[in-house]
């Protein structure tokens, strides 16, 4: 699996955009870079993903370098509900019934 | 999107019982679902895979005798804390994957989790 690196927390203000970077350097050419966060005492939750493009959801931007080592989610407006662990997940295209392996991610606070 | 539920959210047992965790699809049917386990402040850690109508596979260093994973039908998974001690105590969270054959990944579904607690 590839290995993944984020920072261990970032803070942000209310109503600021947030960028979350992740480097991923070993990552292979048939793995989509996902990303998850989980809110305090929930289950995780899927935020969004990519292969090569920047992608667009109503939850999150996602910028993908062109070496695709690294990627930066990006929440346009933080709100206090953002406040969670960010999880940057490469998953390996067509990999079956493969569970999700998570790192440490980024605890994002945000100050209302 | 898909829903993944878990019954019950939070339990709190005395040492040596044992103490029985759902895990239900709701909107969909799961052939394979997987089992982690949370401590504080720490991320998800694998346990074991859950497979509908075969063994579960358990992760290196997760006791197969002590957490008993039945996949009974396509919608349900169950995990078993047999002979539970304060060690146990941790957030367990199931999920499941929705494959769609259509693109090259697909999506992992988590349930909310069950914060276990053993006195």
């Known amino acids: 699996d590839a290995k993944t690196t984020q920072p261990n927390s970032m803070e942000s203000n209310e109503e600021e955009p947030v960028h979350l970077p992740c480097n991923h350097s070993?990552?292979?050419?048939?793995?989509?870079i996902h990303w998850y966060r989980q809110l305090p005492s929930q289950g995780p939750e899927y935020v969004i993903h990519?292969?090569?493009s920047n992608v667009n959801n109503r939850m999150a931007s996602l910028a993908i370098a062109e070496d695709r080592k690294s990627s930066t989610l990006i929440l346009h407006r933080a709100t206090l509900r953002d406040a969670a662990v960010y999880y940057c997940?490469?998953?390996?295209?067509?990999?079956?019934?493969?569970?999700?392996?998570f790192g440490k991610g980024t605890r994002l606070s945000v100050i209302a | 999107g898909a829903v993944v539920s878990q019954h019950p959210s939070r339990v709190i047992c005395k040492s040596g019982t044992s103490v029985k965790i759902e895990c239900r699809s709701l909107?969909?049917?799961?052939?394979?679902m997987f089992w982690y386990r949370q401590f504080p402040k720490k991320s998800l850690m694998l346990m074991a895979t859950?497979?509908?109508?075969?063994?579960?596979?358990?992760e290196q260093g997760v006791e197969k005798d002590k957490f008993l994973i039945n996949h009974a039908s396509l919608t349900l998974s169950t995990l078993t804390v047999t002979s539970a001690h304060p060690e146990d105590s941790s957030f367990y969270i199931c999920?499941?994957?929705?494959?769609?054959?259509?693109?090259?990944?697909?999506?992992?579904?988590f349930g909310p989790g069950t914060r276990l607690t053993v006195l």
């Open positions: 999920s499941a994957r929705v494959p769609v054959l259509a693109r090259g990944t697909d999506t992992q579904y």
């Open positions: 070993t990552i292979s050419g048939t793995d989509y």
């Open positions: 990519g292969l090569t």
């Open positions: 997940i490469p998953v390996r295209a067509f990999a079956g019934n493969t569970p999700l392996v």
């Open positions: 909107d969909f049917q799961a052939t394979t």
């Open positions: 859950s497979n509908e109508g075969s063994k579960a596979t358990y």
